[in-house]
């Protein structure tokens, strides 16, 4: 089992529970102030409590995690989950997704540039695409 400590670093418990890949990133991060409790900046020194709460935001990913142990030393991802709670709203969790709904256009290679005709082609499924989009909306 992994080892546990009174007191411990928040870049550390990041990193050990794998939300970062490197303690320097979890650093970094808390740095920048992507990560905060109670909507406070946390520096990468500061310790953690079971209970907290803590709001991460990881490129356009954002997570809301509560401590449920601490954890020193990196474990493997089942493992690291026993050690807090995901409480990101669902809707925050699959937000960043919906922006890239749009149709992908792909030409062979070699195929040389669209003809006129091609273009007409694109635009109408672009148009036809993007009237569906606004209808849902």
């Given at each position: 089992m992994a080892e546990v400590s009174d007191k411990l670093r928040i870049d550390k418990?990041?990193?050990a529970i794998r939300i970062f890949k490197t303690r320097s990133l979890a650093?970094?991060?808390c740095k920048a102030g992507k990560v905060k409790l109670n909507g406070q900046n946390v520096k990468p020194s500061a310790v953690v409590k079971v209970?907290?709460?803590y709001s991460v935001q990881k490129g356009i990913e954002r997570k809301v995690l509560k401590?449920?142990?601490l954890l020193e030393r990196r474990v493997d991802a089942k493992t690291a989950i026993?050690?807090?709670e995901d409480h990101t709203p669902v809707e925050d969790t699959y937000?960043?997704?919906s922006s890239f709904h749009a149709p992908i256009l792909?030409?062979?290679r070699g195929t040389g540039r669209p003809t006129k005709k091609d273009r007409r082609e694109i635009d109408d499924l672009k148009s036809d695409w993007w009237d569906e989009e606004q209808n849902e909306n």
């Open positions: 418990y990041l990193w650093t970094e991060a209970g907290e709460t401590v449920t142990g026993q050690f807090y937000a960043f997704k792909k030409r062979d």
